[in-house]
């Protein structure tokens, strides 16, 4: 290869321009809402130390409208102008540098400014600084203009600065005429409701700024929001992150006794030393919103329950200034209500509760991100929820120990308070006239007997369900015992025999071994669906709402208790309709319903001694419906009402619990359909009918 | 003597916490032509200490439940995981209502067999599998791919959450244990929270589908 000496012709410096298209699509990308733009302008207003913010909005609700924004803080000079105001994505706010006030700035690129201000399509500025009280600076930017240049730099923009004769009140107003877009009337309510909620209104010490939007909505919204009904609230949880990472927290009740105290090792899960995350303080007011609760309160369930509509949910307080969209109206950063689905008694939701987390962040541990539509998710914000989870999780145990300690206090109490009412009312028929007095005795009597039998069948019944789940617990515990080792163990051995046998001879296999081999298997086969059907009813998995695929279910129950079937010389018969029908609940429901009726039907066969034993399954699909009906061919329902086989209790077995049925009544109940029986069907014993709603049937 | 892809094997070693249990095992693989080998006690000392005395010619045979007895202070899956990195072919007896296999280590398991009565031939395609595998050649059920998952919702009661792999199905939801998470990846759980693993997208049971080596989504 040659290479030919080259000298330099000529030097050429360039810069790196931008197309005006970005200015464009910043604005549109960074805020897509009229109110996020708002926000911006009010929180630049914050970091300039003004106390006051006011924002007008004219004729807004047709695109062509003007807003106005006006503030008393320190103002700009000109350079300030140019060499700030007019950057993009540098702003020469930093968290580390405290305004004048002792702020932190809530700025970080001056991005927000630049499409705030494109929401128009002209843009007044008039601004005076603190320091030159007798200039006035004003800027106008006509934004068309850049949509018809190719560079942002191809347009020239003309500060004016006048001078007064006297001094002028410091501060900036920024006026943005010509819509691009009109503003609904629930943009203005929710700008409202984010100005109203900007500076923590619910903090004792106010922060010294307050930002006012002239409109009605922000007025009605200001009044709701001042009316601050933290004492009613039944519990406030306290908690506080410290600088090296370590978590306290407090619980006070509603008159203002202290209730729990956590410290670090109680809130931290095991395996974690401290929270990463930057100082904080985390404050949740809980109400219980019912009527036993607020008969001793000042304020009525109505104004509270409004008040948590419009305002419930925990916000963050990010160097005192709310950061969208936590605690925002469809915003639950904290899983708080699918939490208190779980348990609902002892969880907070957020329209239940009202909370803000403060965040003091001098290091910079919390971003922003640029669109504004909350902090970075990096590890110091995950460490901050995981604080304040672990505190709501704290306190959910707290108040489940005392449901506890309520409910063991109730036992105890119930009856000597059922005595003192007893005594109370025969001191009161004391003073009634003799012959009155013995026949209110006896109706109280006769009332007492009634009462004492329905009590001591109440007890029976929940002493029956003790005892069924006992023998449940216990059945799951041999059935995974039996299931693991014994069987395993029998079937390995009896496969090794058989394989040895066949080995040595075929024809002594099957003249001698083959017969009581299989004998051990199938009454293996049997022995383990004793296990399995225990163990497979147990699945927590099926305990979940989900979808359920009804025929596949069937199908499934009936290859578990195909063993127990075979050993009870059972016939089933399956007619199921086409496709496969699906609802959404708990399968373990349908599993209860199938495995009652299946065992009810084994029983009866066993109690009367059929001998043709036949049990058909059969669906049919009606508009949204699935209709299941089990009939066989045992003695059917004798000996007791059709009506009242689905009592808890009533049976006509002597070793029978009487809740097969009650079991199953309720399981379908709970899947909203509905039950019913026939005392005679085709094959001569009962006939069960299932009908349950559908949302669908895939056809195969 | 038993050759299997490159491997001649001898001797299996048998992994329960049952004495009884191990001894039933031995039928089908002395009936294979092989060595039986009890491992007694792996709960004193280290417990993967029995993996150093290893042979070549060695395989394993494991059973999931092996804590019930003052046997082992982990579970077959993570005795299995283990072996296989260390370049041992191994199967994994469970039946279907065991406990689940934890995710993570299920990649390390290509010799699973549902079933606690494991006859001879089964065992004998679970170790090829699993010498193919080691060798570098998963079956297409096992090959994993680097595809997204997203999380569907969260049990926090049950310390798992749901995920959805849309490459394998956007409607079936998997259980995944945040025991089988890099921890950085367990902060990070939350409904629509999006990342990368390694899946098995060939598997055709849910309860096969393996996750491993997690990425933050960028």
Redesign the interface.
């Given at each position: 290869m040659v290479v030919q000496a080259m000298s330099d012709l000529r030097s050429t410096t360039s810069h790196l321009r931008f197309s005006t298209g970005i200015v464009r699509r910043l604005g549109e990308e960074l805020n897509p809402t009229l109110s996020k733009g708002i926000l911006e302008l009010a929180k630049n207003a914050y970091d300039a130390d003004a106390t006051e913010c006011r924002i007008e909005l004219h004729d807004v609700s047709q695109p062509g409208g003007k807003i106005t924004v006006r503030d008393n803080g320190d103002g700009m000079t000109s350079s300030q102008i140019t060499d700030s105001w007019l950057v993009l994505g540098q702003s020469s706010k930093r968290s580390a540098i405290e305004t004048r006030l002792g702020r932190i700035p809530a700025g970080s690129k001056g991005l927000g400014r630049l499409a705030a201000l494109r929401m128009g399509r002209n843009t007044f500025l008039t601004t005076t600084s603190r320091q030159e009280k007798n200039l006035l600076h004003e800027l106008p930017i006509e934004w068309d203009k850049f949509d018809n240049a190719q560079i942002a730099e191809d347009v020239t923009l003309n500060i004016t600065t006048r001078l007064a004769d006297q001094n002028l009140p410091h501060g900036t107003e920024i006026r943005i005429s010509d819509l691009r877009s009109a503003c609904s009337r629930m943009e203005v309510k929710r700008l409202a409701r984010e100005l109203v909620l900007l500076a923590d209104p619910f903090d004792d010490i106010t922060q010294g700024f307050n930002p006012v939007l002239s409109a009605p909505e922000f007025e009605d919204l200001e009044v709701l929001v001042q009316n601050r009904y933290f004492d009613d609230a039944e519990f406030h949880l306290s908690a506080e992150v410290t600088e090296n990472g370590e978590a306290f927290a407090r619980i006070i009740d509603w008159r203002g006794n202290l209730l729990y105290e956590a410290r670090h090792s109680d809130l931290i899960p095991k395996g974690r030393e401290i929270y990463e995350c930057p100082p904080a303080k985390f404050d949740i007011w809980v109400f219980i919103l019912n009527k036993d609760t607020f008969s001793s309160r000042r304020s009525t369930i109505s104004e509270v329950r409004n008040w948590l509509a419009e305002f419930g949910g925990v916000h963050i307080y990010y160097n005192d200034l709310r950061v969208n969209p936590y605690g925002g109206q469809d915003n639950d950063w904290l899983s708080m209500n699918l939490r208190r689905v779980r348990s609902p008694e002892e969880r907070p939701g957020t329209n239940t509760s009202i909370g803000r987390v403060v965040v003091h962040d001098q290091q910079d541990q919390l971003r922003e991100k640029t669109d504004r539509s909350g902090f970075i998710e990096n590890h110091a914000f995950y460490d901050l929820r995981s604080f304040a989870c672990d505190s709501m999780d704290w306190m959910a145990k707290c108040r489940l120990r005392e449901a506890e300690h309520r409910r063991q206090r109730a036992r105890k109490t119930v009856p000597k308070q059922s005595d003192t009412a007893q005594h109370d009312f025969m001191s009161t028929i004391a003073d009634v006239p003799q012959e009155m007095r013995l026949v209110i005795k006896d109706a109280f009597k006769s009332y007492e007997s009634s009462r004492d039998r329905e009590v001591n069948m109440l007890q029976k019944e929940v002493q029956l369900y003790r005892t069924l789940s006992t023998a449940g617990i216990t059945a799951a515990t041999f059935a995974h015992e039996s299931n693991a080792n014994p069987i395993k163990i029998i079937r390995n051995c009896i496969a090794a025999i058989e394989r040895r046998s066949q080995k040595i001879s075929d024809e002594l296999f099957l003249s001698q071994f083959q017969k009581p081999i299989n004998g051990v298997k199938r009454s293996l086969n049997s022995l383990a669906v004793l296990g399995s059907a225990t163990l497979s009813l147990l699945d927590h998995e099926k305990r979940r709402n989900t979808r359920v695929d009804l025929h596949a279910v069937l199908n499934k129950m009936l290859e578990i208790f195909s063993p127990f079937l075979r050993g009870a010389d059972v016939t089933v018969i399956k007619k199921f309709a086409s496709g496969s029908p699906f609802l959404r609940g708990q399968r373990a429901a349908v599993e209860s319903i199938v495995t009652n009726l299946l065992n009810n039907s084994i029983a009866a066969f066993e109690d009367a001694g059929t001998h043709d034993r036949v049990i058909e399954i059969s669906s049919q699909i009606m508009d949204r419906s699935w209709c299941l009906s089990i009939s066989d061919s045992g003695p059917g329902i004798i000996g007791i009402c059709k009506s009242d086989i689905w009592l808890p209790g009533q049976t006509t077995r002597k070793q029978g619990t009487g809740l097969g049925l009650t079991i199953v009544r309720d399981a379908v109940l709970d899947l909203g359909g509905s039950v019913d029986a026939m005392e005679h069907g085709p094959h001569g014993g009962a006939v069960i009918i299932i009908h349950l709603p559908i949302i669908g049937n895939e056809r195969c | 003597m038993l050759t299997i892809g490159n491997r001649q094997i001898e001797r299996v070693l048998i992994i329960d916490d049952?004495p009884?249990?191990r001894s039933?095992?031995e039928?089908?693989i002395e009936?294979m032509g092989l060595t039986a080998h009890q491992v007694r006690d792996i709960h004193n000392g280290s417990e993967l200490s029995f993996l150093d005395q290893i042979q070549p010619s060695d395989v394993i045979l494991c059973d999931y439940?092996l804590k019930?007895h003052a046997y082992a202070s982990r579970n077959g899956d993570w005795v299995m995981r283990n072996g296989f990195q260390k370049g041992i072919p191994g199967v994994l007896c469970t039946?279907?209502?065991e406990a689940p296999i934890r995710r993570d280590y299920l990649r390390y398991i290509p010799g699973l067999l549902r079933e606690?009565?494991p006859?001879?031939d089964q065992l004998s395609y679970a170790w090829e599998q699993c010498v193919e595998e080691l060798r570098g050649n998963p079956r297409p059920s096992r090959r994993p791919w680097r595809t997204l998952v997203c999380v569907d919702?969260?049990d926090?009661?049950?310390k798992r959450f749901y995920a959805v792999v849309p490459a394998w199905s956007t409607r079936v939801?998997v259980?995944i244990d945040f025991d089988s998470l890099p921890q950085n990846i367990r902060?990070?759980v939350?409904?629509d929270q999006r990342f990368y693993a390694l899946v098995n997208t060939g598997a055709m049971d849910p309860d096969n589908l393996f996750f491993d080596e997690w990425e933050e989504r960028p």
């Amino acid at each position: 290869m040659v290479v030919q000496a080259m000298s330099d012709l000529r030097s050429t410096t360039s810069h790196l321009r931008f197309s005006t298209g970005i200015v464009r699509r910043l604005g549109e990308e960074l805020n897509p809402t009229l109110s996020k733009g708002i926000l911006e302008l009010a929180k630049n207003a914050y970091d300039a130390d003004a106390t006051e913010c006011r924002i007008e909005l004219h004729d807004v609700s047709q695109p062509g409208g003007k807003i106005t924004v006006r503030d008393n803080g320190d103002g700009m000079t000109s350079s300030q102008i140019t060499d700030s105001w007019l950057v993009l994505g540098q702003s020469s706010k930093r968290s580390a540098i405290e305004t004048r006030l002792g702020r932190i700035p809530a700025g970080s690129k001056g991005l927000g400014r630049l499409a705030a201000l494109r929401m128009g399509r002209n843009t007044f500025l008039t601004t005076t600084s603190r320091q030159e009280k007798n200039l006035l600076h004003e800027l106008p930017i006509e934004w068309d203009k850049f949509d018809n240049a190719q560079i942002a730099e191809d347009v020239t923009l003309n500060i004016t600065t006048r001078l007064a004769d006297q001094n002028l009140p410091h501060g900036t107003e920024i006026r943005i005429s010509d819509l691009r877009s009109a503003c609904s009337r629930m943009e203005v309510k929710r700008l409202a409701r984010e100005l109203v909620l900007l500076a923590d209104p619910f903090d004792d010490i106010t922060q010294g700024f307050n930002p006012v939007l002239s409109a009605p909505e922000f007025e009605d919204l200001e009044v709701l929001v001042q009316n601050r009904y933290f004492d009613d609230a039944e519990f406030h949880l306290s908690a506080e992150v410290t600088e090296n990472g370590e978590a306290f927290a407090r619980i006070i009740d509603w008159r203002g006794n202290l209730l729990y105290e956590a410290r670090h090792s109680d809130l931290i899960p095991k395996g974690r030393e401290i929270y990463e995350c930057p100082p904080a303080k985390f404050d949740i007011w809980v109400f219980i919103l019912n009527k036993d609760t607020f008969s001793s309160r000042r304020s009525t369930i109505s104004e509270v329950r409004n008040w948590l509509a419009e305002f419930g949910g925990v916000h963050i307080y990010y160097n005192d200034l709310r950061v969208n969209p936590y605690g925002g109206q469809d915003n639950d950063w904290l899983s708080m209500n699918l939490r208190r689905v779980r348990s609902p008694e002892e969880r907070p939701g957020t329209n239940t509760s009202i909370g803000r987390v403060v965040v003091h962040d001098q290091q910079d541990q919390l971003r922003e991100k640029t669109d504004r539509s909350g902090f970075i998710e990096n590890h110091a914000f995950y460490d901050l929820r995981s604080f304040a989870c672990d505190s709501m999780d704290w306190m959910a145990k707290c108040r489940l120990r005392e449901a506890e300690h309520r409910r063991q206090r109730a036992r105890k109490t119930v009856p000597k308070q059922s005595d003192t009412a007893q005594h109370d009312f025969m001191s009161t028929i004391a003073d009634v006239p003799q012959e009155m007095r013995l026949v209110i005795k006896d109706a109280f009597k006769s009332y007492e007997s009634s009462r004492d039998r329905e009590v001591n069948m109440l007890q029976k019944e929940v002493q029956l369900y003790r005892t069924l789940s006992t023998a449940g617990i216990t059945a799951a515990t041999f059935a995974h015992e039996s299931n693991a080792n014994p069987i395993k163990i029998i079937r390995n051995c009896i496969a090794a025999i058989e394989r040895r046998s066949q080995k040595i001879s075929d024809e002594l296999f099957l003249s001698q071994f083959q017969k009581p081999i299989n004998g051990v298997k199938r009454s293996l086969n049997s022995l383990a669906v004793l296990g399995s059907a225990t163990l497979s009813l147990l699945d927590h998995e099926k305990r979940r709402n989900t979808r359920v695929d009804l025929h596949a279910v069937l199908n499934k129950m009936l290859e578990i208790f195909s063993p127990f079937l075979r050993g009870a010389d059972v016939t089933v018969i399956k007619k199921f309709a086409s496709g496969s029908p699906f609802l959404r609940g708990q399968r373990a429901a349908v599993e209860s319903i199938v495995t009652n009726l299946l065992n009810n039907s084994i029983a009866a066969f066993e109690d009367a001694g059929t001998h043709d034993r036949v049990i058909e399954i059969s669906s049919q699909i009606m508009d949204r419906s699935w209709c299941l009906s089990i009939s066989d061919s045992g003695p059917g329902i004798i000996g007791i009402c059709k009506s009242d086989i689905w009592l808890p209790g009533q049976t006509t077995r002597k070793q029978g619990t009487g809740l097969g049925l009650t079991i199953v009544r309720d399981a379908v109940l709970d899947l909203g359909g509905s039950v019913d029986a026939m005392e005679h069907g085709p094959h001569g014993g009962a006939v069960i009918i299932i009908h349950l709603p559908i949302i669908g049937n895939e056809r195969c | 003597m038993l050759t299997i892809g490159n491997r001649q094997i001898e001797r299996v070693l048998i992994i329960d916490d049952d004495p009884e249990a191990r001894s039933s095992y031995e039928y089908a693989i002395e009936d294979m032509g092989l060595t039986a080998h009890q491992v007694r006690d792996i709960h004193n000392g280290s417990e993967l200490s029995f993996l150093d005395q290893i042979q070549p010619s060695d395989v394993i045979l494991c059973d999931y439940h092996l804590k019930k007895h003052a046997y082992a202070s982990r579970n077959g899956d993570w005795v299995m995981r283990n072996g296989f990195q260390k370049g041992i072919p191994g199967v994994l007896c469970t039946s279907i209502h065991e406990a689940p296999i934890r995710r993570d280590y299920l990649r390390y398991i290509p010799g699973l067999l549902r079933e606690s009565n494991p006859r001879p031939d089964q065992l004998s395609y679970a170790w090829e599998q699993c010498v193919e595998e080691l060798r570098g050649n998963p079956r297409p059920s096992r090959r994993p791919w680097r595809t997204l998952v997203c999380v569907d919702n969260v049990d926090e009661e049950r310390k798992r959450f749901y995920a959805v792999v849309p490459a394998w199905s956007t409607r079936v939801k998997v259980p995944i244990d945040f025991d089988s998470l890099p921890q950085n990846i367990r902060d990070l759980v939350e409904p629509d929270q999006r990342f990368y693993a390694l899946v098995n997208t060939g598997a055709m049971d849910p309860d096969n589908l393996f996750f491993d080596e997690w990425e933050e989504r960028p």
